[in-house]
């Protein structure tokens, strides 16, 4: 048996209580007495009159100092502890935060019902065990993990409605996220109970990988976690990912589909695969998936390039059917505008010259319409007006010039750098271009002998009907080039014993960029006499403008964004994936976008301004998702250390286990009752009382 204040700070107020005694001694009166003559036969008064009235005020001064007494330790809030003060109708007042996963694995088979039907229906019986007046939270642990009830409630009424209310969606798991806050939630609480109810399948990759030291790091003394898993199915086939590309060398139009089967169950399966294609089933084949492994179903399929195009990729139903489909757009090609980079008083035969001749030999723009400036105006260009730069030997760039590029790139656009005899090698890598490239430069090198191009060793897609074998369709050499440092498997192009010829490398944050180690002058490489150059520059230009038409996917949650054209900037209509029709954000930089936030549903968004389609975004389930496997009692206590764990797996035992934890008698209502009682024997005893009647003579 203990007693406790969970207000302690308010117990200075019982300093209060010395007031009346300081008030009584400072308003004491001292007299001087001074005896009259006349006075002295007068008669004598009354002493018991005297004692009474001084008894009375000393009454008052103590019924006055254990109001005030009463009063703070009330605020105080002191509580009994001990074996006497449990129970559900004798425990102190508690803060309970309901933690409850509404992710995309909760709405899966769970035999009958649903594991999150079952999981409102445990978080139903938690709160059955609070009194009106305990304060209460809910915790939704999809990602990202929020309060559903902002600032909590008091009301178990209000708390019922807020769960009846809540619905799983289709967004993944974040345990961590969910426990941090609820921590955070349940460590703001003066109560002496104060509880965190994890309710869920308790899903591995919600919390990060059991495997690795994660689980959440903000710790509250007193706090008691309490695990209640809900268990479903385990088995899962999962479309993982899709991708569209472009083929080329063959027919027009013609796109690569490639789809990832992954199995989440033991044994191998046979899966039939399915593609749509604007809602119309264009191809079908069969995988075999091993278990616990993954297979690629491949695809090939004719689309019209003058227009956007949605699809999707199925497998059969099965116990999760939220992941037995992933959806991809392909982007419309569209004329791309081309901003040649050259040196200031560049002759008329160097690089600039010949990309540009290359990209747009009639000067009609028919696939290109290329610009020209100098790499002095480079800053001064406008944003978002060209998807891709091409850097023609540009020699020194200026750290406005660099910082401009680097806007440019993160917003989705693509670069092309060629590099030749005004390449500054201490500026590249000083400067902003080795990161933005990823590609270091070590030295010059020239050769009395051309070293000749040729594939890299992966075979590049763009190189499709350029290579005969292991070489190219036309033989080209360079005399003169740069060795460089560059990322794995981004080499497209090689000198043979040299080092790469041609890297192209995707930004972590926005578009792509290209980099050639040699010039498009004849002082430098063949390549402006060969008719290889003009299907390389193309195609390389090509690829990197897909970057600012392309719209990357992104899983539910996550914020959807389809790069503009400045003429399309204004309102911007989003039909959602279940026909309905909202007006999408607008964002201006690093380049003009329409931009829906959070996602909630999978499926294709399409974007649409003045009444034609300005874009279209996919959205999926996140592959992690997918994983049912789920962690166990040891593995939860380890992860939640060092909060206290209390694991609850028999739905009987839930009443039990929570009611024996609790713990706790609050006093503070005796004080109030005692202080009003003491203010009623106030105001008795001020109460002032009339003299008695002088007695007859």
Excluded: C
């Amino acid at each position: 048996m203990g007693l406790t204040f969970l207000n302690a700070a308010f117990l200075f107020g019982a300093l209060m209580a010395l007031v009346p005694l300081v008030i009584h001694l400072i308003s004491r009166r001292r007299m001087e007495t001074v005896d009259f003559s006349s006075l002295m036969f007068l008669q004598e008064l009354e002493r018991k009159r005297i004692r009474r009235v001084r008894l009375r005020q000393i009454l008052l001064l103590i019924v006055r100092s254990l109001i005030l007494l009463a009063a703070a330790l009330a605020l105080a809030r002191p509580t009994l502890t001990g074996a006497f003060a449990t129970g559900v109708t004798a425990h102190a007042r508690t803060s309970a935060v309901i933690v409850l996963d509404d992710s995309a694995s909760m709405n899966r088979d769970g035999g009958g019902t649903s594991p999150f039907e079952r999981a409102k229906e445990t978080a139903r019986e938690i709160l059955g065990l609070l009194r009106e007046g305990d304060e209460v939270f809910l915790v939704a642990s999809s990602r990202p993990a929020r309060s559903v009830v902002e600032g909590g409630t008091f009301s178990l009424d209000a708390m019922r409605e807020a769960l009846d209310e809540l619905e799983p969606g289709a967004r993944a798991t974040d345990s961590v996220g969910a426990v941090d806050l609820a921590l955070e939630l349940a460590a703001g609480s003066a109560n002496l109970n104060r509880e965190i109810y994890v309710i869920g399948d308790l899903q591995r990759t919600g919390w990060g990988g059991a495997a690795e030291p994660g689980g959440p790091r903000t710790s509250a003394e007193g706090v008691r976690v309490y695990v209640l898993p809900v268990s479903g199915a385990r088995t899962n086939i999962a479309v993982a990912g899709v991708a569209a590309s472009r083929t080329y060398g063959g027919t027009r139009g013609l796109h690569s589909i490639t789809a990832e089967i992954r199995s989440f169950a033991e044994g191998d399966h046979e899966i039939p695969v399915r593609l749509f294609v604007d809602d119309v089933q264009v191809g079908q084949t069969g995988v075999g998936v091993p278990g616990g492994g993954a297979a690629v179903a491949r695809f090939a399929t004719v689309l019209d390039p003058s227009d956007w195009h949605r699809g999707r990729v199925e497998i059969p139903s099965d116990a999760m059917a939220v992941d037995n489909e992933a959806h991809f757009v392909v982007p419309r090609p569209r004329g791309v505008e081309v901003l040649v980079v050259q040196p200031e008083g560049a002759e008329s035969a160097d690089d600039g010259y010949y990309v540009s001749r290359a990209l747009d030999p009639t000067g009609l723009g028919e696939s290109f319409r290329v610009s020209r400036v100098g790499s002095d105006e480079l800053e001064s260009q406008e944003p978002g007006r060209f998807p891709v730069v091409v850097l023609a030997d540009a020699g020194r760039i200026g750290d406005g010039g660099e910082a401009w590029l680097e806007r440019h790139v993160e917003g989705g656009g693509g670069m092309l750098a060629v590099l030749g005899g005004r390449t500054d090698v201490r500026r590249w890598e000083s400067g902003a271009m080795a990161g933005l490239t990823g590609v270091g430069i070590r030295e010059p090198f020239e050769r009395p002998r051309a070293v000749r191009f040729a594939p890299s060793g992966h075979g590049h897609p763009i190189l499709k009907g350029l290579v005969v074998g292991d070489r190219l369709v036309d033989d080209v050499g360079a005399r003169r080039g740069f060795t460089a440092e560059i990322p794995e498997g981004s080499q497209v192009l090689e000198f043979p014993g040299v080092g790469g010829a041609l890297v192209m490398t995707e930004a972590s944050s926005g578009g792509r960029t290209a980099v050639l180690l040699t010039g498009v002058d004849p002082a430098w490489s063949d390549l402006p006499k060969s008719g290889f150059l003009v299907p390389l520059l193309h195609r390389v230009v090509s690829e990197l403008a897909e970057g600012d038409t392309a719209v990357r996917p992104v899983s539910v949650g996550g914020d959807l964004a389809v790069p503009l054209r400045t003429s399309d900037l204004g309102r911007v209509d989003v039909e959602l994936p279940d026909g309905e029709t909202a007006t999408a954000g607008i964002r201006t930089a690093p380049r003009p976008a329409a931009v829906w936030e959070n996602a909630e549903s999978p499926g294709v968004y399409s974007f649409r301004a003045g009444g034609r389609v300005v874009g279209l975004g996919a959205v999926n389930v996140a592959p992690e998702e997918s994983d049912l496997r789920s962690i166990g009692r040891a593995e939860a206590e380890r992860l939640l250390s060092p909060v206290p764990v209390r694991w609850i797996d028999d739905a009987g035992s839930i009443e039990g286990t929570i009611l024996e934890s609790r713990r706790g008698r609050e006093l503070w209502r005796v004080f109030v009752y005692g202080a009003l009682a003491l203010l009623g024997l106030e105001m008795l005893l001020a109460r002032p009382r009339r003299s008695a009647a002088p007695e007859a003579p």
